[in-house]
Each structure stands twice: as structure tokens, then as C-alpha cells.
């Protein structure tokens, strides 16, 4: 093991404001900051002065894109459970909803609360500043218009039939149900592009994909975002895909992915063959590549089937530039990449899966 890097170490800070750069400068440098909390009680300036710290750069990570489910899902996949536990105060202290009082600073009830020493609270702190040092953010966030999303009669059923496709146990009928979701937002999406006379600004959503594969999983939200006019990049580094498009299509992204994924994880875990790792992720690759391909029919025939085509077509063209223009602004240097298969069996179990998945009925 390397040696663990120290901040600067000298006398302790006098103010506030002291001892908010000597945490920061301690989250930067890889300390535990440990010394700035000797004793058996929390200074009320070294708690203040963690509030002074983290306030810029909650303001920092919001202003760039992370609002506070992208916060919270960060904070509880990469701290511990304190750090974690912090950082989500911060966030209710801007929010207002507050579980503390004003009687004390924050942190001396929080470590009160936690049972912490005064030392174990300042790593804390420290681990949860650490992260939102580095908090990946976008140079320019897009700005949505007023969002009118998915008409709820329309989402109703369109959950009840993705509800009824991940409760199945017959694979075909899972296909159908899951088609008729896609054709649904297909026609209601189009239907809606025809109405307003100034279509929203895209904006953009993360995609948080749980462990293992991610890899394999984002390729599904890809294909999904795809069929749903929208654009997606996967971060491997944090295992979340963000998606661009309109607020009602990256509402359908998301209904539809999360109902797929549980498909595709369901189908490869009962699949008597898939208990090895290139099986499983080779399953997921084809089931992603055959979903797409069978999303992009069920879109393109629902296209075809509208009345107002020679209107769409041109309204649609004009959604693909404002969503690549405000992609390519957010993600200028996306650099494609891979996904490696390495079971035949596994391709092939992945994309039966996919022909059986339940798109909707």
C-alpha cells in the first residue's frame, strides 16, 4: 500500500472560515483530516466551517447538472454509510426539510446522532467533500421548457402493461405487452410533436445501472433512448448512462428500460446455461442489440401508420438536430467503445430472450 497523502498540518484553525479551507484542502489531498478534531467535543467553528465548505460546492454540483436523486445515488454507491449520511443532510438543509434545530450546528447533532467522535465525524465530512470535489460536471446544462411529460392516462397504461410483462412467466406474452408500451409512447410522442407549436428544449437524465455488467446494460438503455429519439453515454466511471432528448421521451426511456432490464435479468438467471460471467454478459449484449432492433421496428411501423406523416417528418428531423446540437454540447469528446462477447451460447440464449421480451398488449 502507497502511503496515505497529508494535507498541510499546523496550528488549528481560529474561525469558521479556517477550518472550511483546512477540510477542503484535507479532502483534496486524500487525508482524513483527523487532526482537526483532537479533543472530545466538536468546535462550533469546525462545524460551521464544514457548512461553509460543502455549501459552494453543492451550488457547484446542482449548477451542473446533478440534481438531488443523481446526489443521493452517488453519495449511497460511493461512501460509507455516515459520509453518505451527510452529504443527504446537506442536500435537506438546502431543500429545507430539516430533522436538526437551530440550537446547535448541524454537525454536532449529526455526530451526536451517529454516535461519533469528533475525529470520526470530521472523516466523515471530509470523505462526503471529497466526493463532490469530484463530481463529474457539464460544461453547459441544458434548460427545459415547462415540462409537460407523458399524459397520465397514457402512463397508466402504459406502467400496467410493463407491470404485466415483468409479472409473466410466458415469455411471449412478455413480448407483446412490452411492443404495445413502445408502440403506445411511440404514438403519443408524435401525436405531441404535431400539437405544440414550440417543442420542448431537450434536456438530459441519468440512468443509474446496478452491478455487474454495466457495461452490457447501458447498451439497452442506448438502444431504448434510440427508439425513443433520444441520445445516450455511458460513464463508466460512476455506472450511470446519460440520456438526452425531451422530458416526455426521456420519461419513456426510462419506464421502458427499467422494465427490460428486469426482463433480461430474469430471463438470463433462469436460462440453465447462464452461470458463467461470458454468458451472462454475452446474453445481455445480444438481448440489448435484438431489443433494439425490434424497438426500432415497433417505432417505424407506428410512424408509418400516422396520418400527418408529410408533417412529422420534417418536425422530427428539426427534434434529431436540437437533440444532437445539445448533446454535442454537453459530451463534445464521446469516444465509442466495445463491448466484448465471448460466448456463442450466451449470444444466442440473449437474443431468444429479447424476441420473447414483452414490448406491450
Not at 441544458?142 to 407491470?163: C, I, Q, T
Not at 457495461?215 to 433512448?225: E, G, I, M, P, Y
Not at 410512424?303 to 406523416?309: S, V
Request: charged share 25%.
Amino acid at each position: 500500500m502507497g502511503k496515505q497523502k497529508r494535507a498541510p498540518r499546523g496550528p488549528l484553525p481560529a474561525t469558521a472560515e479556517g477550518f472550511a479551507g483546512a477540510l477542503l484542502t484535507a479532502a483534496q489531498a486524500g487525508d482524513d483530516g483527523r487532526w482537526l478534531a483532537p479533543g472530545f467535543e466538536l468546535p462550533a467553528e469546525l462545524a460551521r466551517g464544514a457548512e461553509l465548505a460543502a455549501q459552494p460546492l453543492l451550488g457547484r454540483v446542482r449548477r451542473g447538472g446533478w440534481p438531488p436523486e443523481d446526489l443521493r445515488q452517488a453519495a449511497t454507491r460511493r461512501l460509507d454509510e455516515f459520509a453518505a449520511s451527510y452529504v443527504l443532510d446537506a442536500l435537506a438543509e438546502e431543500g429545507g426539510v430539516r430533522w436538526w434545530t437551530g440550537a446547535e450546528p448541524h454537525l454536532v447533532q449529526w455526530a451526536a446522532k451517529h454516535i461519533l467522535t469528533p475525529a470520526e465525524a470530521v472523516t466523515a465530512v471530509v470523505e462526503a467533500l471529497g466526493l463532490l470535489l469530484t463530481l463529474p460536471v457539464t460544461a453547459a446544462q441544458p434548460r427545459p421548457a415547462a415540462h409537460h411529460g407523458v399524459d397520465d392516462k397514457k402512463l397508466s397504461r402504459v406502467r400496467a402493461l410493463l407491470a404485466k410483462a415483468e409479472s409473466t412467466s410466458f415469455p411471449e406474452e412478455a413480448e407483446a405487452l412490452s411492443a404495445k408500451a413502445q408502440e403506445l409512447m411511440t404514438r403519443h410522442a408524435l401525436d405531441r410533436v404535431l400539437l405544440e407549436a414550440a417543442p420542448e428544449l431537450p434536456s438530459s437524465r441519468r440512468i443509474w445501472l446496478d452491478t455487474p455488467y454495466t457495461d452490457a446494460k447501458s447498451l439497452l438503455v442506448h438502444v431504448v433512448a434510440k427508439a425513443n429519439r433520444c441520445r445516450a453515454v455511458y460513464d463508466p466511471r460512476w455506472e450511470f448512462v446519460t440520456v438526452v432528448g425531451d422530458e416526455a421521451d426521456l420519461d419513456a426511456v426510462a419506464l421502458l428500460t427499467t422494465s427490460l432490464l428486469v426482463q433480461a435479468t430474469r430471463a438470463m438467471i433462469a436460462d440453465p446455461a447462464g452461470r458463467s460471467r461470458p454468458f451472462r454478459k454475452s446474453f445481455l449484449v445480444s438481448y440489448a442489440t435484438r431489443i433494439g432492433e425490434r424497438l426500432e421496428q415497433a417505432a417505424a411501423a407506428t410512424l408509418t401508420e400516422m396520418p400527418d406523416t408529410d408533417r412529422l417528418l420534417p418536425v422530427l428531423a428539426s427534434h434529431e438536430l436540437k437533440v444532437n446540437t445539445a448533446f454535442t454540447t454537453l459530451f463534445p469528446e464521446v469516444v465509442g467503445k466495445s463491448v466484448a462477447v465471448r460466448s456463442a451460447e450466451g449470444w444466442h440464449a440473449g437474443r431468444s430472450a429479447a424476441d420473447r421480451a414483452r414490448l406491450g398488449e
